[in-house]
């Protein structure tokens, strides 16, 4: 499919750009048109891919951010990204909207301006187009404290309230212990990327390549068309990897049974990497079954593809996922090294890191509203006097 792509604060933005990054080194081309919205002007330096002019800065003028963000407030990042909700709507004027399927919001929930200033943009984009919009989201790890938690807790349900689907990534499952924050972002970010693009750059094939079973941008659509919360699975393998055992068990008596190895080793090759894709660690960890629908896309060399081995992986997902909205269809890749599948699950209704992210923000929510309190006494001990006696001037 064809997507205008918008990374809004700066994790938004920096996934964003490894997106355009992997497009790019991968000869596919997904994101037809890009930004990146920030408040702080600092962030706004570091993409690598995005075009300076795609860059817009907001709230420079705006005497609670001027140009340096939003501090992690969620309230403030709404606010300010309201105050220049004129400038942002003219960047997107020139999103050319016949050029796209549809458009794609990234962002941090855990800080101030892509989890406050992300529904806004939202709002600017459904008001001036028709195009579906899909966010992807990004989950704080709950090592990152209560205040983050609150900002995603809150802000997730503007997004998911707002867009057609929303694409989760859970920063706690995805951090190794012994990296640094910086580099386990960095390798998250490229992780990521991988996936959201392999997976909607599906149909984007010039129209001689067509395979027999090529998935369409309506088939991603369609299965995106849920309103839900959603999530990814991802494989990849060398395209000169035999499955183990089946060499033995074909092994070589003439022509035929060479057909039939290769045949049956494709077939064989392609329903495993699908089913390590829908078992490998999810973008956002969740219960399969629990999926409304499943879309997957293997991409790779079109001479690696088989129609019996796509066959027997809808079969397979049919009875992991416990439903029958399965699609799986091929995006042929000429001259890729690599055969990946990407498996979308759409609409999943068990997602426990959801609900353990919302107790830390209740928790959060109380101990801000005593500690307000207390401080609120303590000021108020500090300027009276002992008796109460004395009264305010005015
Ligand atoms: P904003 O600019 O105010 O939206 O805040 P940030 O995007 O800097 O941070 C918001 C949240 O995003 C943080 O609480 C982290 O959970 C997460 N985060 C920040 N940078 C990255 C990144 O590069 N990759 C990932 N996966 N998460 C990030």
């Known amino acids: 499919m064809k997507l205008a792509t918008i990374g809004v604060g700066n994790a938004g933005s920096k996934v964003v750009d490894r997106m355009v990054e992997f497009e790019s080194k991968t000869n596919r081309s997904l994101c037809r048109h890009v930004h990146a919205i920030n408040t702080a002007r600092t962030d706004l330096a570091k993409p690598e891919y995005i075009p300076e002019e795609q860059r817009v800065l907001v709230g420079d003028t705006n005497q609670k951010s001027k140009g340096h963000g939003v501090g992690g407030d969620v309230e403030i990042g709404a606010e300010v990204m309201s105050a220049d909700v004129d400038e942002i709507r003219r960047a997107f004027d020139d999103i050319e ?22 529904p806004v943009v939202i709002d600017a984009l459904q008001d001036m187009y028709d195009e579906p919009v899909y ?4 989950l704080p790890g709950e090592y990152e404290g209560g205040r983050p938690a609150l900002n995603a807790a809150r802000s997730l349900q503007s997004f998911v309230n707002k867009v057609d689907n929303f694409i989760g990534f859970d920063n706690d499952a995805w951090r190794a212990r012994e990296q640094t924050i910086q ?3 960095e390798s998250m970010n490229r992780e990521l990327a991988a996936r959201i693009v392999t997976l909607l750059a599906a149909g984007e094939t010039d129209e001689t390549d067509v395979a027999e079973n090529a998935m369409d941008s309506s088939d991603i659509i369609r299965t995106l068309a849920t309103d839900g919360v959603s999530s990814i699975g991802y494989a990849a393998t060398a395209v000169d990897a035999q499955p183990e055992g089946l060499l033995d068990r074909w092994g070589g008596s003439g022509a035929n049974a060479e057909d039939h190895l290769d045949d049956a080793s494709q077939a064989k090759k392609i329903k495993s990497l699908v089913r390590r894709a829908t078992n490998s660690r999810l973008t956002l960890p969740c219960a399969v079954s629990s999926a409304e629908r499943v879309l997957v896309v293997v991409s790779g060399p ?12 809808r079969q397979w997902l049919e009875q992991e996922a416990g439903t029958v909205e399965i699609l ?14 990407a498996v979308l699950l759409s609409n999943v209704s068990n997602a426990p890191r959801i609900e ?7 928790d959060a929510q109380e101990q801000i ?8 006494d303590k000021i108020n001990d ?6 109460d006696d004395l009264d305010p001037v005015i």
């Open 382 to 387: 500090l300027i009276t006097d002992e008796n």
């Open 183 to 185: 580099e386990g972002y």
């Open 135 to 138: 966010a992807l989201g990004i």
């Open 97 to 118: 909207i016949h050029n796209v399927d549809a458009i794609l919001v990234a962002a941090g929930l855990g800080g101030g301006t892509g989890s406050g200033g992300g």
């Open 356 to 362: 353990t992210l919302q107790n830390q923000a209740v």
């Open 302 to 313: 079109p001479s690696e593809f088989s129609r019996k081995g796509i066959e027997s992986a």
């Open 328 to 341: 799986v269809g091929d995006d042929p890749r000429e001259g890729s090294s690599r055969l990946a599948a």
């Open 369 to 376: 509203a005593e500690q307000e309190a207390a401080r609120e």
